[in-house]
C-alpha cells in the first residue's frame, strides 16, 4: 500500500517539506492511546535469534535507522515502534544552525537515491536533551556527533568534546562524524594525524566521564538503564565511502592505536557514476551527498575490505543502499554485525524493518545463535 498509494503522494511534495509533514502526523497518530502498541504489533518482530551483544549493549535485532532522519531527537519513541533495534540521531552540533540554503535535499527516483546537502542543520545540544531526558521508551539510541560550521578547523576537536561530554548520560553509544560532504572541510578530519588526535581526546575524555560517574558498580538510571558502569560509551567512526584502500589502512591502523569501539561504513558519497538520472538534472542539483541504491555496493566493498583487512577486529555497522533483505543479508556476509537504514526507509516505506528481520530469521543468517 505504501509504494502504490501513500508513496505517490509524498513525492508530489519536496521531500524536506514532507518530512516535516510525516512527523508531525507519525508524533500525533504515537499520542493516541492505544495506537503505539497497535504499531508495535504491525512492525515488531521480537525473536532471540535477532539479538546481538555488542558494545555492552542488547541491540533486539540488528537493523537500526540511521542518522539524518531524527536529527533532533524529537521522535525516538515513536520510530522506535516500526520494528528498529535501535536509532541513531543527530547530527547534532554543540550550537544550532540553520543549514545550508534551501533547497538542499532532491530525490533521484530513477535510481532510488537521495542527495543532499543539509549541511548539520540542528536545534543544538540542549534541545535535543531535552527531549532525551523525557524519552519513554528503552531502544538504544546513538548519537551523532560533529562541528558547527562556524567553528574554525583548528578549534573542531573541542566541538566533539562539547558533545559528547554534554550527551554522555543520555545516549548509547557514539558516532563521530567526520564524513558529512555539507561542512567545509570537515572530511580533513579522516586524515591520520588530526583523526588520531581526535579519537585520541575523546578515549580520554571517555575514560574521565566513566570514572566521574563510577558508582559501585551500580549504574545510574539516566535516560534508562543501558549505562555501562564504570566503563564509558562506545565510540564508533562514521567514514566516507569515497576513501581510497590506503585510506581505509590507515582507518585501520587508527581504529586499533585508539581502541575506538567500532566504525559506521558508510555516509554518503560526492561520486555520481552510473547513475540513471540525467546529467542536465545532475548539474541543476549540484553538490551534496548521495544516498541510496547507487551506494549499495560500494559501502558493501568498504565493509568487506575493513573485515578482512583487519582480520575481523572490530564491529562494523553498515549503512548505505539498504532497500531490502537482500542488501541486508548482503552486508552481514561481507561483515556487518549491525545495520542501518535511511533512503531506504524514505523508498520502502515502514515496513521495510520487519521485512528485512523477517528474512533473516528465514534464512536463519544468525543459525550460531541459540
Do not use: W
Not at 251 to 274: H, L, Q, V
Amino acid at each position: 500500500m505504501y509504494k502504490i498509494l501513500i508513496k505517490p503522494i509524498f513525492f508530489l511534495f519536496q521531500p524536506e517539506t514532507i518530512h516535516h509533514i510525516v512527523f508531525f502526523f507519525i508524533k500525533l497518530i504515537g499520542a493516541i492511546p492505544g495506537v503505539p502498541n497497535l504499531i508495535k504489533c504491525i512492525y515488531l518482530i521480537e525473536d532471540k535469534r535477532l539479538e546481538q551483544k555488542l558494545f555492552g549493549l542488547t541491540f533486539p535485532n540488528p537493523i537500526g535507522l540511521a542518522a539524518g532522519f531524527d536529527k533532533d531527537a524529537k521522535l525516538f519513541d515513536e520510530l522506535g515502534n516500526y520494528g528498529f533495534g535501535f536509532i541513531e540521531i543527530g547530527t547534532l552540533t554543540p550550537l544550532p544552525q540553520a543549514g545550508n540554503e534551501k533547497p538542499r535535499m532532491f530525490r533521484l527516483p530513477k535510481d532510488k537515491a537521495l542527495v543532499n546537502r543539509m549541511g548539520f542543520n540542528n536545534e543544538g545540544l540542549n534541545a535535543a536533551i531535552d527531549r532525551l531526558k523525557k524519552g519513554k521508551t528503552n531502544i538504544i539510541i546513538g548519537g551523532n556527533i560533529g562541528k558547527n560550521k562556524n567553528t574554525p578547523m583548528e578549534d573542531a576537536e573541542d566541538d566533539f568534546l562539547k558533545c559528547f561530554e554534554a550527551l554522555f548520560n543520555y545516549v548509547d553509544y557514539f558516532a563521530v562524524n567526520v564524513s558529512s560532504p555539507n561542512t567545509p572541510n570537515l572530511r580533513t578530519l579522516q586524515d591520520k594525524i588530526p583523526l588520531t588526535n581526535l579519537l585520541t581526546r575523546l578515549k580520554k575524555l571517555n575514560t574521565q566521564l566513566a570514572d566521574s560517574n563510577s558508582f559501585d558498580g551500580n549504574p545510574i538510571q539516566y535516560r534508562k538503564p543501558l549505562v555501562r558502569a564504570g566503563q564509558g560509551r562506545p565510540i564508533l567512526l562514521k567514514i566516507a565511502p569515497d576513501l581510497t584502500n590506503e585510506q581505509l589502512d590507515d582507518i585501520i591502523e587508527i581504529i586499533k592505536e585508539t581502541k575506538i569501539d567500532g566504525i559506521i561504513a558508510t555516509n554518503t558519497t560526492i561520486s555520481r557514476k552510473n547513475l540513471q538520472t540525467e546529467i542536465s538534472e545532475l548539474q541543476i542539483i549540484g553538490a551534496g551527498g548521495l544516498s541510496g541504491k547507487p551506494l549499495t555496493s560500494r559501502s558493501t566493498e568498504v565493509v568487506r575490505y575493513l573485515n578482512e583487512k583487519s582480520n575481523k577486529a572490530f564491529p562494523i555497522i553498515a549503512v548505505g543502499g539498504v532497500h531490502n533483505a537482500d542488501d541486508a543479508i548482503e552486508k552481514i556476509n561481507a561483515g556487518a554485525s549491525l545495520v542501518q537504514i535511511y533512503t531506504g526507509f524514505i523508498y520502502e516505506g515502514p515496513g521495510i524493518a520487519k521485512r528485512i528481520n523477517k528474512a533473516l530469521l528465514k534464512q536463519n543468517i544468525f543459525k550460531n545463535k541459540l
